[in-house]
């Protein structure tokens, strides 16, 4: 089978993890495929460490590492009063832009200003701060994809463009939490004879009709909010 583009991660700045130790380039790996355009994402430690093959307690030393080295930044979660899993912002290492002055060939006359690289300044991938309302918008929809992939789907990719175009547009007509009702009732039902499939955002997007319809006929169920 031929490789397709998403079958590969994009690593920013391999340079940066040269002589790091494996397990802490496995997890900034894993943050890497699961950041979205922006280099933002959510994954839960649980999630990092089975993808990355690396125990849960030591992920906690590996992302400290990365956030030492610049690569990295944490932002702490909240739903409510409870915490979720870390808000983070992969970084990038860009080289400073120093002048250096030659002499010329003229009687010792300056000569050409040049441009010198140097590595050991770190700037962030977009900006000196985060965008909030970037951030903002990139954490709704990473916290309905993860709720997708814990829910519905464990395979579904962090980055695909439909999925997290229709999840913003959800969000955008419905809310965040209205959404994430959908997904959990959806969650719920999966299996349930006449119940419709959904296993992905686009899927919920397209069949919001159908899923209410059900929703109606399932007198038998309580429990669900009856405003999905």
Same mark, same amino acid.
């Given at each position: ?103 010329? @060939?003229?009687? +010792?006359? %300056?000569?050409?200003? =040049?441009?010198?690289?140097? $590595?050991?300044? /770190? !700037? ?81 997007? @397209?069949?919001? +009709?159908? %899923?209410?319809?059900? =929703?109606?006929?399932?007198? $038998?169920?309580? /429990? !669900?909010?009856?405003?999905?």
């Amino acid at each position: 089978m031929k490789y397709t583009k998403d079958s590969f991660i994009v690593i920013p700045d391999r340079d940066a993890l040269y002589g790091m130790k494996p397990d802490t380039q496995a997890v900034f790996m894993w943050i890497c495929r699961f950041a979205d355009s922006d280099g933002l994402c959510f994954p839960s430690k649980k999630t990092l460490s089975a993808a990355s093959g690396v125990s849960k307690r030591r992920v906690f030393d590996c992302l400290s590492e990365l956030e030492e080295a610049g690569i990295l930044r944490q932002e702490t979660r909240k739903r409510g009063k409870t915490f979720t899993s870390n808000l983070y912002q992969v970084m990038l290492v860009e080289p400073q832009v120093v002048q250096e002055v030659h002499e010329g @060939s003229a009687g +010792g006359a %300056l000569g050409v200003v =040049h441009q010198v690289p140097n $590595n050991s300044i /770190q !700037v962030e991938l977009q900006s000196n701060e985060l965008n909030l309302a970037t951030a903002s918008v990139a954490g709704e929809i990473n916290q309905v994809m993860e709720l997708f992939q814990t829910t519905l789907n464990p395979t579904i990719k962090y980055g695909n463009k439909t999925q997290r175009k229709a999840i913003e547009e959800l969000i955008g007509q419905f809310g965040l939490a209205r959404v994430v009702k959908m997904v959990e009732y959806s969650g719920k039902i999966s299996g349930e004879q006449f119940a419709p499939v959904i296993t992905t955002p686009y899927q919920l997007q @397209s069949k919001i +009709g159908q %899923l209410i319809a059900y =929703h109606k006929k399932s007198f $038998n169920k309580p /429990q !669900v909010v009856t405003s999905i």
